[in-house]
């Protein structure tokens, strides 16, 4: 048995869309017979649309004299929700039609710090490669409790399989050593033995900023790795900084007022680049502590997904060479 359906009273009572085409058409030039020109019809035809859409209302939509017309008030009334109506829906069948043209897209979830002096360093030789693919990067000191609405391809971090539904793959370990801007190095070059480096201003990143970077390690915990017991708790003697912003404090380094610590991975551009440089040949090493790429796997086939995929590994592999050869020189 067919299922009887209530007339639907909004599609109903609808005016003719051809009628309301006409209408806007001469309500924009002001003019039937440019309106005509411009939807390639007769002027006759954009007159008898009118008429009959004016007949359907019950009112006057135009106010005529001569060649030229004017709207009526109830006609800028139906102008001003008719034309609307036309721009989206214009706009809508162009997004469909060009959907196989679109470029394609990828949402980046790291941390303000990866974002700034690793990503912002190399994406655009990414983008010259690929230029049809768009890539949204999001910066979060809270990896597993996004904003809502907002859901990542990739995220690169600490965390092995965040969530469900994503997949992690190991990328380097951490290589950490002491940095200052090449100045601050030529005023002080004694900083080079680390009984003199302990007791200059230290630049430490505190521990809901190091959660993000390397959630074990602080001036303290570095110093202890290189058989050196340094206080830089609030009662210690020494001169420390704390804050949760490592690009604040690259930049306090930058302007000279200052040693911190430096990531490898987000420091070795910098370093190449003059702006900072490293301090003696101490350094430490945690292999056990990986960062990730970690990727929805609803993504894995995504052509973007993998161009981006191959070309990030391909980065990490190239920096990790310059890693084995930076300790086998220490």
Not at 17 to 36: D, E, G, I, M, P
Request: hydrophobic share 40%; net charge negative.
């Amino acid at each position: 048995m067919v299922k009887h359906v209530e007339p639907d009273q909004i599609l109903v009572k609808m005016p003719s869309l051809r009628a309301v085409k006409s209408f806007v058409a001469a309500a924009k030039y002001q003019n039937f017979t440019r309106a005509a020109e411009a939807l390639c019809v007769t002027q006759a035809a954009i007159s008898r649309q009118i008429r009959e859409l004016e007949a359907s209302l019950g009112v006057s939509l135009f106010k005529r004299a001569g060649r030229a017309v004017e709207l009526t008030e109830a006609g800028t009334i139906f102008y001003d929700a008719a034309y609307l109506s036309f721009v989206n829906i214009a706009q809508a069948a162009q997004r469909i039609q060009n959907s196989d043209k679109r470029k394609q897209e990828l949402t980046i979830c790291c941390s303000p710090a990866f974002s700034a002096f690793w990503l912002s360093a190399r994406l655009p030789g990414f983008f010259a490669a690929n230029p049809d693919i768009d890539v949204s990067v999001v910066t979060t000191n809270n990896f597993l409790k996004m904003e809502p609405g907002v859901h990542p391809d990739i995220f690169i971090n600490k965390v092995s399989d965040p969530r469900e539904g994503y997949h992690s793959i190991p990328l380097f370990y951490d290589l950490i050593y002491p940095v200052c801007s090449p100045l601050y190095l030529e005023q002080n070059p004694e900083i080079v033995d680390l009984d003199v480096l302990q007791n200059h201003t230290l630049l430490n990143l505190s521990p809901y900023g190091r959660s993000q970077i390397a959630e074990h390690v602080d001036w303290g915990v570095w110093f202890s790795s290189q058989g050196i017991d340094v206080d830089i708790g609030p009662g210690g003697e020494r001169h420390v900084f704390n804050a949760n912003d490592y690009n604040m404090l690259i930049q306090m380094v930058l302007n000279q007022q200052g040693v911190c610590l430096g990531w490898h991975q987000l420091v070795s551009p910098m370093i190449e680049q003059g702006w900072l440089i490293r301090i003696g040949e101490a350094e430490a090493v945690y292999r056990e502590k990986s960062h990730y790429l970690t990727y929805s796997e609803s993504r894995q086939d995504n052509e973007a997904f993998r161009t981006f995929k191959t070309w990030f590994l391909g980065c990490i592999a190239d920096e990790q060479t310059s890693v084995v050869q930076l300790e086998a020189n220490s």
